[in-house]
């Protein structure tokens, strides 16, 4: 997601330059999107670092963090764009543009995905992103419900399978970003098994209101819904917030069965060859900042 000024006249920017974030950086940047609304989850940060350290941009003016960008590699040229934030009052002055410059040089090569609040679709067109999907983020109290899937503790399935669903329903293969984002802390992965192969997946984890459930990966709508069920009942008291890609209609049809309303829309764009994502199995995408 983003929210910085436009790509207008690099103006005023004396004393602005770009870095690499450590990791303090990063949880100020987090800090930045709670300030947003975006509930990013508490714990974030960590996986999100380890993924790619060099893909964490921060914007400084005399030695002040204003301004803050994620451009994460993958293996095999894939790239994500998020965490696109200028500090409110310094917006307009084009240092959210600086930033974003360089971070799509950090991503030459690669295809390049993000999920970007609707009202920027023109901007990113500007830079050569197309449209590929909307997202919906649905949110509301934990639903109450019956499991009827046999569903395990997902860290107790062979590693390799859970990758190999992954790897069908992302763009590229992540297995340290998995493994990492399975071991957060409060989180509770639970997958749907049979004929030894991992139908369903799903995982769950504190955010700052609530819980966000992400990723979500079903062979169809029932298995989706006990995966949601249960991983609520795992967290206990608090809201839900689901991610969904508006081209899977019955994860569409599925949170609103469960009760939870929209809250805002983020737009699926790719800069280069979109990849090939099986939506249909995708109920739930794993995050807004990193895929």
Known sequence: MERAAGQGADRGTDGYHVRVMSLADLDMA????????????????????????QGFL???????????????RYPGNFGFLGLYIVRPEMRGRGFGWRLWQAGLRHLAGCTVGLDGVVAQQENYRKSGFVLAH????????????VVESALVDA???????LMALDAA?????RPGFLANWLALPGTTALAAVGDGAVRGFGVIRPSQSGFKIGPLYAPDRAVARDLVLALGQAAGEGPLVLDVPETNGAAVRLAEELGLVPQFETARMYLGQAPAVDTARLFGITSFELG
């Open 58 to 72: 921060v914007g400084v003016l005399d030695d002040r963090p204003v301004a803050s960008l994620s451009v994460v």
């Open 169 to 173: 329903l992302f763009p590229a293969p």
């Open 134 to 145: 909307r997202n919906i983020r649905f949110g509301g109290p934990a639903p109450a419900g």
């Open 155 to 161: 860290r107790n399935v062979p590693f390799d399978r």
């Open 30 to 53: 987090m800090g930045w999107a709670r300030a947003e609304g975006w509930n990013p989850g508490i714990h974030d940060a960590g996986a999100f670092h380890a993924v790619d350290p």
